[in-house]
């Protein structure tokens, strides 16, 4: 059902100083910031040859990851996205499986245009998994 780890996701409490030292410090190749009022999120991509991370901003203070960075000050590692075919059929047996699937349970476009949906972490051990159909 999973294909390629699509990126791991970092919130973080300042997106321009965090953009910063991934791209001065370690030389990495940076998106520019992208506002994702639906997800409540400012993103900037960071590119690396099998992957990418992902740093997340609170946008406005209904964000769903400002709770993360009240517990996370300096933040910390928030999902990994993985890569599904086909996110609907993925969501349907996940479910029958027992997952729980956050929010409404239909997929909503992400920051590359994509459908994605978020899995329960509590049901992975955990970790919150994205899903990301490509």
Same mark, same amino acid.
């Given at each position: 059902?999973?294909?390629?780890?699509?990126?791991?996701?970092?919130?973080?409490?300042?997106?321009?100083?965090?953009?910063?030292?991934?791209?001065?410090?370690?030389?990495?190749?940076?998106?520019?910031?992208?506002?994702?009022?639906?997800?409540? @999120?400012?993103?900037?991509?960071?590119?690396?040859?099998?992957?990418?991370?992902?740093?997340?901003?609170? %946008? /406005? $203070? !209904?964000? +769903?990851?400002?709770?993360?960075?009240?517990?996370?000050?300096?933040?910390?590692?928030?999902?990994?996205?993985?890569? @599904?075919?086909?996110?609907?059929?993925?969501?349907?047996?996940?479910?029958?499986?027992?997952?729980?699937? %956050? /929010? $409404? !349970?239909? +997929?909503?476009?992400?920051?590359?245009?994509?459908?994605?949906?978020?899995?329960?972490?509590?049901?992975?051990?955990?970790?919150?998994?994205?899903?990301?159909?490509?």
């Amino acid at each position: 059902m999973i294909k390629r780890l699509n990126h791991l996701a970092i919130v973080v409490p300042d997106l321009a100083a965090a953009t910063a030292t991934y791209r001065d410090t370690l030389g990495a190749q940076v998106s520019e910031a992208q506002a994702l009022a639906e997800h409540g @999120v400012t993103v900037v991509f960071v590119d690396l040859p099998n992957t990418r991370i992902e740093l997340l901003e609170p %946008l /406005g $203070d !209904g964000s +769903p990851v400002s709770n993360f960075l009240l517990r996370n000050e300096g933040g910390g590692i928030h999902h990994m996205c993985v890569e @599904v075919d086909d996110i609907k059929a993925a969501r349907d047996e996940l479910m029958d499986k027992g997952a729980r699937i %956050l /929010g $409404d !349970g239909e +997929p909503k476009i992400g920051a590359h245009g994509n459908p994605v949906l978020f899995l329960h972490p509590k049901d992975f051990h955990g970790c919150l998994i994205e899903l990301e159909e490509v």
